[in-house]
């Protein structure tokens, strides 16, 4: 059984940074890929990255120029800059590799 763990979250100024961290149980480059996703209170989760297998990465237009996805052996990041109120959500790690897996969440909370 595959587990995600997330880490980083926490409270933030409006502009500052955080990188938010998701360990891997399993060999990062095992999964076809794997994406950041955050979900806001009343809101519906939405992605917000996404790197595939071959290191191809997308983002949501919100986040662009501000958010970086990047990987390494074990661990999945999200480097977050010039963070905005608006980016205060509950940020989940996904993978997928055979079967679709979730971390538990991380809360991120921006005040202006």
């Known amino acids: 059984q595959v587990q995600l763990v997330e880490s980083g979250g926490g409270l933030v100024q409006a502009g500052g940074s955080r990188r938010l961290s998701c360990a891997s149980s399993?060999?990062?480059?095992?999964?076809?890929?794997m994406a950041w996703y955050r979900q806001a209170p009343g809101k519906q989760r939405e992605l917000v990255a996404r790197?595939?297998?071959?290191?191809i990465t997308d983002y949501a237009d919100s986040v662009k120029g501000r958010f970086t996805i990047s990987r390494d052996r074990n661990t999945l990041f999200l480097q977050m800059n010039n963070l905005k109120p608006e980016d205060t959500a509950v940020y989940y790690c996904?993978?997928?590799?055979?079967?679709?897996?979730w971390g538990q969440g991380t809360q991120v909370t921006v005040s202006s």
């Open positions: 996904h993978a997928v590799g055979g079967a679709s897996y």
């Open positions: 399993r060999y990062i480059f095992s999964f076809s890929h």
């Open positions: 790197i595939a297998g071959g290191g």
